[in-house]
């Protein structure tokens, strides 16, 4: 073989080096895409039996109760595509909880409420995480390299969802 023929031999495969190594980088982020969501849908099905049992406590009043425990509810069994509407109602009835209804119970009420709070801010951490996984995706996803080879495969885009732009 002649040194053209051994050059484009090594640029052909220095090319096929490198789309096998933008795809494992981007199988990579879309595992990391999937393991922030696991973390954040554990932590928020957390928050959901917390409002459960704070709902069951005399923390709140009867009223506030039956809303908690309606949206803990909705929050827990919602579907993908209702997940934001009912995440955001869980939010919006633990706030009004703390603002208005709070009134002060006994050591294990004092822990759930302590406990709803330091999960909130674990909350707030990975819906950030999860934000930024699924923007880095987005961002690798819509090179045109990526696009004109078809490096995803199947794998569906990954999205954010309305309420992680809640402040929670």
């Given amino acids: 073989m002649n040194f053209k023929s051994l050059l ?9 080096w490198y789309l096998s ?12 895409v ?10 928020l099905q957390r928050r959901a ?14 009223a506030s109760s039956l ?17 934001s509407q009912a995440e955001t109602g869980l939010s919006g009835a633990l706030g ?10 006994g050591d294990i009420e004092q822990e759930l409420m302590q406990e709803l709070g ?3 801010k674990k909350i707030k951490v990975a819906i950030s995480l999860h934000v930024e996984s699924v923007n880095r995706t987005q961002l690798i996803r819509s090179r045109w390299i990526i696009r004109t080879f078809r490096l995803a495969g199947s794998a569906p885009l990954p999205v954010t969802y309305e309420f992680e732009a809640d402040v929670l």
């Fill in 96 to 105: 009004i909880l703390l603002e208005t209804s709070f009134s002060t119970g």
């Fill in 49 to 62: 039996a917390i409002a459960i049992e704070i709902a069951r406590s005399e923390i709140a009043d009867p």
């Fill in 21 to 32: 190594f933008l795809a494992t980088r981007l199988d990579r982020l879309h595992h990391r």
């Fill in 118 to 120: 330091e999960l909130n």
């Fill in 67 to 83: 809303l908690l425990t309606f949206a803990a509810h909705q929050a827990r069994e919602a579907s993908v595509k209702d997940r």
């Fill in 34 to 43: 999937e393991t922030s969501w696991a973390n954040l849908d554990s932590l």
């Fill in 8 to 16: 484009i031999l090594f640029l052909i495969a220095l090319f096929a």
